[in-house]
């Protein structure tokens, strides 16, 4: 079974940041392409952010680039998002996840709850 297990959550004010971090099993992190999703109450999942492994790669929603950063920290089996700037549009449960460039296999973390005041 793997676990994606993500922190940093938490409430902050507009303009303010945050940084989530994701603990995933090294060979997740280095084989699958780690990203960020984020579902604010009432809408759907949306895409935030993705990191592509063994390239420099990432990829952005519109609504965060420029705002959020993606990295990864192989030596730690460690991803992050960096989030500046924050809105309350950014408020939502953050979940991190694992997607496989070979199979549909897709791992998902449980979440993490961020909540941006105005």
């Known amino acids: 079974q793997v676990q994606l297990v993500e922190s940093g959550g938490g409430l902050v004010h507009a303009g303010g940041s945050l940084r989530l971090s994701c603990a995933a099993p090294?060979?997740?992190?280095?084989?699958?392409?780690m990203g960020w999703y984020r579902q604010a109450p009432g809408q759907q999942r949306e895409f935030v952010a993705t990191?592509?492994?063994?390239?420099?790669?990432?990829n952005y929603a519109r609504s965060v680039k420029g705002r959020f950063t993606i990295s990864k920290d192989s030596a730690k089996n460690m991803v992050y998002l960096q989030m500046d700037n924050l809105t309350s549009e950014d408020t939502a449960v953050y979940s991190c996840?694992?997607?496989?460039?070979?199979?549909?296999?897709?791992?998902w973390g449980q979440g993490t709850q961020v909540t941006v005041s105005p």
């Open positions: 996840t694992a997607q496989s460039l070979t199979s549909t296999t897709n791992y």
């Open positions: 090294a060979s997740i992190v280095n084989l699958y392409r």
């Open positions: 990191i592509t492994p063994g390239t420099p790669v990432t």
